[in-house]
C-alpha cells in the first residue's frame, strides 16, 4: 500500500514515520510513503499557496492550484467531470450536471484523495478498515483558515475530520490516519489477533450472543440490544498486587470461558460509562 502526503511542512513526518508500527511496515515494503511539498508545484518566485478569500473574513485560504497540480502529478489528471459532491451546484464548464454517473479516482484506480478537514466526516474505525482496504491513499493537508472549496467539491474523494476540535493544520491528523490504516494491513502487527480484539473493532452482532451467557447481568442484556461498538476491555499485567489495588480473581483462575465474559462485561461496562454515544440504544 503507498501513501502520499501533501503538505507545506514536510520536514514535519521525519519524526511520525520513524517510529513504531509504522516504521517496521516501512522497512518490510508492507507501506510506501511519499511526502510533497505543496510549494514545490506553485509558480511564483515566493512560492505562495495561499490567498485572502473572496467576500472578505480573517485569514488566509489554501489557493486550489498547488492542490490540484500536487494530486495531478501523483495519481494522474483529474477528470474535470469529476462527480460534484454538493448536488445543489450547477455543472460548470466542463462538468456535467450533478447526479449523472461518473467515475471518481478512487473507482479508477483504487485511490483515496483524503482531504484532512475540521468540517470533514468523523473518522472512525470502519472508515480506517475501508482505507486500508485501497491500494493508495493520497492524505491532503489543510492550513490557515481553510482550503478554497472547489478541494472538497472536485478533486478530494474524502474529506474528514478527526475529531470535534480545530488543529493547526492537517499534519497531525494525516499521521494519525496513517498510523490507523497501516496498522489494519496484514502483517503490520507481530499479532494479528490484536487488531480484532481492541477498542472500537467489537460489532454489535458479536455482543448479541451475550445474550443468557451473564444470567442477570443488565449490562450486557441492554448492549446486546444496542448493537453499537464496543470498547477495549480491561487490561492488567504483574504485579498482581500493586499499592493495594489486585488484579481481578477472575483474570487469574485459567477458566478462559470465564475470562471472556468478564471481558466482555467489563468492555460493556466501560463503553456506557465512558462513550455511550458507541451504544445505539441507552444502557
Not at 495561499?50 to 486550489?64: A, C, I, T, Y
Not at 489477533?193 to 454489535?204: L, P
Not at 466482555?264 to 458507541?278: C, G, I, M, S, V
Request: proline share 5%; with cysteine; glycine share 12%.
Amino acid at each position: 500500500m503507498r501513501f502520499e502526503i501533501v503538505t507545506i511542512f514536510p520536514g514535519f513526518f521525519a519524526g511520525p514515520l520513524d517510529y513504531g508500527i509504522v516504521r517496521r511496515a516501512r522497512e518490510s515494503g508492507l507501506v510506501q510513503i511519499g511526502v510533497h511539498d505543496l510549494r514545490e508545484f506553485t509558480h511564483d518566485r515566493h512560492r505562495s499557496v495561499d490567498d485572502r478569500p473572496f467576500g472578505g473574513g480573517e485569514g488566509m485560504v489554501l489557493k486550489p492550484e498547488p492542490l490540484f497540480e500536487a494530486v495531478e502529478s501523483i495519481v494522474g489528471a483529474v477528470p474535470r467531470n469529476a462527480e460534484t459532491k454538493d448536488a445543489g451546484l450547477p455543472a460548470g464548464p466542463g462538468q456535467v450536471p450533478s447526479g449523472a454517473t461518473q467515475t471518481s479516482a478512487e473507482a479508477r484506480a483504487g485511490t483515496a484523495i483524503v482531504l484532512l478537514s475540521a468540517s470533514g466526516k468523523l473518522f472512525r474505525q470502519a472508515e480506517a478498515r475501508r482505507l486500508a482496504g485501497l491500494e493508495r491513499v493520497v492524505l491532503l493537508c489543510g492550513r490557515y483558515e481553510g482550503v478554497d472549496e472547489r478541494v472538497a467539491e472536485h478533486l478530494a474523494t474524502d474529506e474528514i475530520s478527526i475529531g470535534d476540535f480545530v488543529l493547526s493544520g492537517g499534519e497531525l491528523a494525516a499521521a494519525l490516519v496513517l498510523d490507523a490504516v497501516t496498522r489494519l494491513l496484514p502483517g503490520a502487527l507481530g499479532n494479528e489477533a490484536s487488531v480484532i480484539e481492541e477498542s472500537f473493532s467489537a460489532q454489535g452482532d458479536e455482543v448479541i450472543s451475550a445474550r443468557g451467557e451473564a444470567g442477570a447481568s443488565g449490562v450486557v442484556a441492554a448492549a446486546a440490544e444496542s448493537e453499537g461498538l464496543l470498547l477495549d476491555y480491561p487490561h492488567y499485567t504483574r504485579p498482581a498486587e500493586f499499592r493495594g489495588w489486585g488484579v481481578p480473581e477472575i483474570l487469574i483462575g485459567g477458566n478462559h470461558e470465564e475470562v471472556r465474559r468478564w471481558r466482555r462485561q467489563k468492555a460493556l461496562e466501560k463503553t456506557r460509562r465512558n462513550r455511550p454515544d458507541l451504544l445505539r440504544s441507552s444502557l
